[in-house]
């Protein structure tokens, strides 16, 4: 199975509504308010066929719209295979971000780079994608689709994908999603990975989340937790 760079699995969908504080904080690709500054920092431990990799991440965000926002981020990483390991900085992003809101439809458009920085993850991935959703009372349900490109004209890897997300009060909302992922190459299988998210509202604009992704077929997974404030 190849192994995809680490952001390439990682999209979430905002609610809106009665969600709304989750869709500032939990959507990386959420713009904030103009002017505004938003900072998540993530960590989360993997287990694949291959070996393990602890990970973490810090991703600031600048609203220059209250639509368009930039986004940049460092991913640090240790991993673990064969008996062998070791630690580096792992790549950085850089990104853009366009959020539509109108009504009850919610939607991003964004795209960036993603650059390798060591021996492990040594190429640039290009990655252009798009969120759309309704919202209803405290019910969102939303589909994605993306494009990866490494190598190419052609995507690496292509996602197509569904959440629903739950508002259960004004502290606590879950969301659950599945990813399909559709490898390029003949050597490569293709992916279906099922995401589950819980995420708590703290004071001052901020919330945490617990998260498990699984990919189904390999069982390869991903458990984490995820803090994210603006100011």
């Known amino acids: 199975m190849k192994k995809l760079s680490l952001l390439a699995l990682v999209a979430a969908i905002g609610a809106a509504s009665g969600a709304e504080a989750f869709g500032r904080i939990e959507n990386p690709l959420y713009r904030p308010d103009a002017g505004k500054l938003y900072s998540i920092t993530e960590g989360y431990r993997t287990n694949y066929d291959w070996g393990n990799d ?5 991703t600031i965000g600048y609203g220059i719209t209250n639509k ?8 640090w990483m ?3 295979s064969s008996g062998d390991s070791d630690s580096d900085l792992n790549n950085w992003n850089l990104g853009v971000s366009y959020r539509y809101m109108s009504g009850k439809t919610i939607g991003d458009v964004y795209g960036g780079i993603t650059r390798g920085i060591n021996d492990f993850s040594d190429t640039d991935r290009w990655t252009v994608g798009t969120n759309i959703g309704v919202v209803r009372k405290d019910i969102t349900v939303a589909v994605k689709g993306e494009l990866n490109f490494e190598n190419g004209d052609e995507p690496d890897s292509t996602i197509l994908g569904v959440v629903g997300a739950y508002q259960f009060n004004r502290s606590w909302a879950g969301s659950a999603a599945l990813d ?4 390029s190459g003949s050597d490569n299988d293709n992916q279906m990975w099922l995401k589950l998210e819980a995420y708590y509202a703290l004071k001052g604009n901020s ?3 617990m998260f498990m992704h699984r990919e189904l077929d390999e069982g390869d997974d991903r458990f984490g937790v995820r803090y994210g404030v603006q100011f």
């Open 54 to 58: 602890l990970v973490i991440g810090q």
């Open 68 to 75: 368009f926002s930039v986004y940049g981020g460092l991913d």
């Open 78 to 80: 240790r991993w673990s």
């Open 180 to 183: 399909y992922v559709m490898l």
């Open 207 to 209: 919330s945490i989340a």
